[in-house]
């Protein structure tokens, strides 16, 4: 099913408006390896690519050259030492393409429906948005309040499945908000885990 789907970005029918770069697909990390997983534990969703993103297969966008993809990993470092166990890994953005800044509004429309699907076939126990732009953005989330972040829905309805969802700071956010607040994620992450066993 990730085959049809990376399928249809590539085919995108808004790629003229978006004057679309390079794109990068989710990706997933478990035991079982690369994009193996039977059961994701949490999906990470991001902004979008950089606009420098130029397609490379073997540069690791999600690990060590983004400041999403580092924050992320430290942020499941945490998870994973506090419950004593690893866990499977999705990370992918709302916006599919390396796209400059200015042209991101064009993509949104079309990249939330892609996102949908991801979310479908993944089928994570939670989700964690990170940053205000993919909260503002994804058209499920534009509804819940959160008074203050990091902060938990119970249920936020994809395609008809309820998914519980966590709101964060983002990883390039100015200042030191999502490394201060990394502890409060993780354990907010933990609880929704545990809940689910």
């Given at each position: 099913m990730l085959k049809e789907l990376k399928s249809k970005i590539r085919q995108c029918p808004n790629k003229e408006k978006c004057d679309r770069g390079k794109i990068l697909f989710?990706?997933?990390e478990s035991s079982e390896g690369a994009d193996k997983s039977k059961v994701w534990d949490v999906m990470f969703i991001g902004w979008a690519p950089n606009p420098r993103y130029e397609g490379r297969e073997d540069r690791k966008v999600f690990g060590l050259?983004?400041?999403?993809?580092?924050?992320?990993?430290?942020?499941?470092a945490r998870i994973e030492c506090k419950m004593r166990k690893s866990l499977s890994v999705w990370m992918t953005n709302l916006i599919k393409c390396s796209c400059p800044e200015d042209k991101r509004k064009n993509a949104v429309e079309h990249c939330n429906r892609f996102l949908k699907e991801e979310i479908r076939i993944i089928d994570p126990k939670v989700i964690v948005l990170f940053g205000h732009n993919v909260r503002k953005n994804v058209e499920w989330a534009k509804s819940i309040k959160c008074k203050e972040i990091p902060c938990v829905s119970d249920a936020v309805i994809i395609e008809g499945k309820s998914y519980p969802c966590v709101f964060s700071y983002s990883p390039a956010a100015p200042g030191r908000k999502f490394v201060d607040s990394l502890d409060d994620t993780?354990?907010?992450?933990i609880q929704v885990l545990r809940g689910r066993e």
């Amino acid at each position: 099913m990730l085959k049809e789907l990376k399928s249809k970005i590539r085919q995108c029918p808004n790629k003229e408006k978006c004057d679309r770069g390079k794109i990068l697909f989710g990706r997933g990390e478990s035991s079982e390896g690369a994009d193996k997983s039977k059961v994701w534990d949490v999906m990470f969703i991001g902004w979008a690519p950089n606009p420098r993103y130029e397609g490379r297969e073997d540069r690791k966008v999600f690990g060590l050259y983004s400041p999403t993809g580092r924050m992320a990993n430290c942020l499941k470092a945490r998870i994973e030492c506090k419950m004593r166990k690893s866990l499977s890994v999705w990370m992918t953005n709302l916006i599919k393409c390396s796209c400059p800044e200015d042209k991101r509004k064009n993509a949104v429309e079309h990249c939330n429906r892609f996102l949908k699907e991801e979310i479908r076939i993944i089928d994570p126990k939670v989700i964690v948005l990170f940053g205000h732009n993919v909260r503002k953005n994804v058209e499920w989330a534009k509804s819940i309040k959160c008074k203050e972040i990091p902060c938990v829905s119970d249920a936020v309805i994809i395609e008809g499945k309820s998914y519980p969802c966590v709101f964060s700071y983002s990883p390039a956010a100015p200042g030191r908000k999502f490394v201060d607040s990394l502890d409060d994620t993780a354990e907010m992450i933990i609880q929704v885990l545990r809940g689910r066993e």
